[in-house]
């Protein structure tokens, strides 16, 4: 398996504009976390899914952030309108079971200038 | 509410030195315990985990931790550190009932000099 897939690597946009960042887990994982890590926060939860549903977001921000998952391959993390203190790197995770190891992908480090 | 404490933010070692990161945690039962590293620009791979069993935990890359109870502790060790190890380390504690997610500890991080 190709382990956790994550896109864009980077991405660099501007204050006020939308953005997408997406995911592709392990096949055959039932759980997907997405995660944002700052030097300040450390790494914060910030919602997961369980067989595509969201089962808790109480670690998402603001009305600006949103996350779906339409299926078992693919989640998104969205925000909009995007501010500077969102600059971080978004992590994805998937897992079977929700106390077993969970396979982070390698990130995306958003800067919004 | 479960928390993990890395009291160390920063830790330095010479190659070959030995090593050992700490890491406590609250929990209101027995915990499921990680440890996990961080390579620069990389995501969190797991190094071990402690479920149940024996205290002392083998896990990749020569890295061993122990679970004390009495001390709510979940330490990391090598014996003999490697330039490679070079990266940040995090601890996170779960719980096995299901319904709480790993909370993570804010990492330590590690430097290796020759």
């Known amino acids: 398996d190709a382990g956790v897939i994550q896109s864009p690597r980077h991405e660099v946009t501007e204050m006020g504009q939308e953005v997408t960042l997406r995911c592709k887990p392990i096949?055959?994982?039932?759980?997907l976390f997405w995660y944002r890590q700052t030097m300040m926060r450390g790494l914060e939860l910030l919602i997961y899914f369980n067989n595509n549903v969201p089962i808790d977001d109480s670690g998402m921000p603001e009305d600006r952030f949103s996350a779906k998952m339409p299926n078992a391959s693919f989640s998104t993390l969205k925000i909009q309108p995007s501010e500077p203190r969102d600059s971080a790197v978004y992590f994805c995770a998937s897992a079977y079971g929700f106390v077993h190891e969970q396979f982070f992908g390698p990130g995306t480090r958003l800067t919004v200038l | 509410a479960q928390s993990v404490t890395q009291p160390d933010i920063h830790i330095t070692v010479s190659e070959g030195a030995s090593l050992e990161l700490r890491c406590n945690y609250s929990?209101?039962?027995?915990?499921?315990l990680f440890w996990y590293v961080q390579s620069p620009g990389q995501g969190l791979q797991l190094l071990l985990k402690?479920?149940?069993?024996?205290?002392l935990v083998q896990g990749i890359k020569g890295f061993e931790a122990e679970f004390k109870r009495s001390q709510s502790s979940f330490n990391l060790r090598k014996p003999s550190v490697h330039w490679s190890d070079a990266a940040e380390y995090f601890c996170a504690v779960g719980g096995p009932s299901g319904n709480t997610p790993l909370v993570f500890g804010k990492g330590t991080r590690l430097s290796v000099i020759a």
């Open positions: 402690y479920f149940s069993g024996d205290t």
């Open positions: 096949s055959g994982h039932d759980y």
């Open positions: 929990y209101g039962a027995t915990p499921y």
